[in-house]
């Protein structure tokens, strides 16, 4: 059974940082590629970053590039982010999943976490 577990989440203050992780059970994580997904209140699911299943490729939503950085660990089967100059619109669920190949639709993923709370108040 395939599991993946959010942590990280917290308040803080805009402009500052938080880091995500992911751990994965139940698949072999290096097999997979990984994203990050974000849900506000009342607003759709949306794309944040991915990462390849080596990590040497990566990806980022406009909205965040340049101050998000993902990143994984295969021997710790676990996916990072790092948030960074954190803005009250960054407010969100944030989910991880994974899939065979890469994608920034919610619906090529198979496999979700339950998603970690980050709130950035101003």
């Known amino acids: 059974q395939v599991q993946l577990e959010e942590s990280g989440g917290g308040l803080v203050q805009a402009g500052g940082s938080l880091r995500l992780s992911c751990a994965a059970s139940?698949?072999?994580?290096?097999?997979?590629?990984m994203g990050w997904f974000r849900q506000a209140p009342g607003k759709v699911r949306e794309y944040v970053a991915a990462?390849?299943?080596?990590?040497?490729?990566?990806d980022y939503a406009d909205s965040v590039k340049g101050r998000f950085t993902i990143s994984r660990d295969n021997a710790k089967n676990t996916v990072y982010l790092q948030m960074n100059s954190l803005k009250p619109e960054d407010t969100a669920v944030y989910y991880c999943?994974?899939?065979?190949?890469?994608?920034?639709?919610?619906?090529?993923?198979?496999?979700w976490g339950q998603g970690t709370q980050v709130t950035v108040s101003s």
């Open positions: 999943a994974a899939d065979r190949s890469f994608g920034r639709d919610v619906h090529e993923y198979n496999y």
């Open positions: 139940g698949l072999t994580f290096s097999n997979y590629w």
């Open positions: 990462i390849s299943r080596s990590g040497s490729s990566t």
